[in-house]
């Protein structure tokens, strides 16, 4: 029998499958997103003048966004404690960070007790939900808090069903069946609409105190709000340096009041 040569990945013709279509793009923007590029997007793509003006304005409002506020303030004061050990921080939606969780790409991360699933989670804050309205719309009820039958005189801006599971709960739990025209998928694009005029929606108060947004805020009674906690895959098996971060965090922030999931 004929001894069979090994082929060497060196002498294989690779060129059948080396094959792409050649193409041009009709337009490379710069990196990243400036005042410049939204204007010359804008003109390329030859838009109307308000669709400039709202993307404007949305630039101007998330150059002033910042992560929640504790988040600095966690980074600086354990560093302070142990600069030895070196953070990493990503910031992505629910299901981003249950993802990065369940696949080690991260090791802990903030989330809604609602959108923990089979995670470990610590409650650490109770966050209210508040009704938010536009500055010039006139109530169809009085006082410092808004009721869930006034909220069903309103039209809605709301956000799709996969995107906020706190908001979908409380809106499914009222009895609040929106019809909303408008559906959006980030919290500054909400508020955008409702700002100018679109209609009303719900937020958590943490998120509005970023938002310098010429709104209303109502808080809703009854009480709604949310649960955000510290979630893990295992409390019970991280690295020293992890578990040293978890336990600093959980003594260091939870809320003095007793919060539940």
């Not at 929106?178 to 943490?206: N, R, T």
């Amino acid at each position: 029998m004929e001894e069979r040569k090994k082929t060497q990945v060196a002498d294989m013709d690779r060129g059948v499958y080396d094959i792409k279509n050649n193409f041009e793009y009709s337009y490379i923007a710069d990196a990243g997103l400036t005042e410049d590029i939204i204007r010359e997007i804008w003109s390329n793509k030859n838009e109307p003048e308000w669709m400039l003006d709202f993307r404007l304005k949305s630039l101007e409002i998330y150059n002033r966004m910042e992560i929640p506020n504790w988040i600095p303030d966690i980074l600086h004061s354990f560093h302070k404690l142990y600069p030895g050990i070196v953070i990493e921080v990503l910031q992505g939606t629910y299901d981003d960070v249950v993802y990065w969780i369940k696949n080690g790409v991260v090791d802990m991360g903030f989330l809604s007790a609602s959108s923990a699933g089979d995670l470990s989670i610590v409650p650490l804050y109770k966050d209210p939900l508040l009704c938010v309205m536009p500055q010039n719309m006139e109530r169809h009820g009085d006082g410092e808090y808004i009721g869930i039958d006034e909220m069903k005189t309103y039209p809605f801006v709301a956000q799709r069903e996969s995107t906020d599971a706190d908001i979908q709960n409380f809106l499914k739990g009222s009895a609040l069946d929106v019809h909303a025209k408008y559906h959006v998928v980030d919290d500054l694009a909400m508020v955008s609409m409702v700002a100018h005029g679109f209609g009303i929606c719900i937020m958590p108060e943490m998120v509005m105190k970023d938002i310098p947004y010429e709104v209303k805020c109502y808080p809703i009674k009854p009480e709604a709000y949310r649960i955000v906690g510290l979630a893990t895959q295992n409390s019970e098996f991280m690295a020293p340096a992890v578990s040293t971060m978890y336990q600093y965090i959980i003594e260091h922030y939870k809320q003095k009041d007793e919060v539940d999931v």
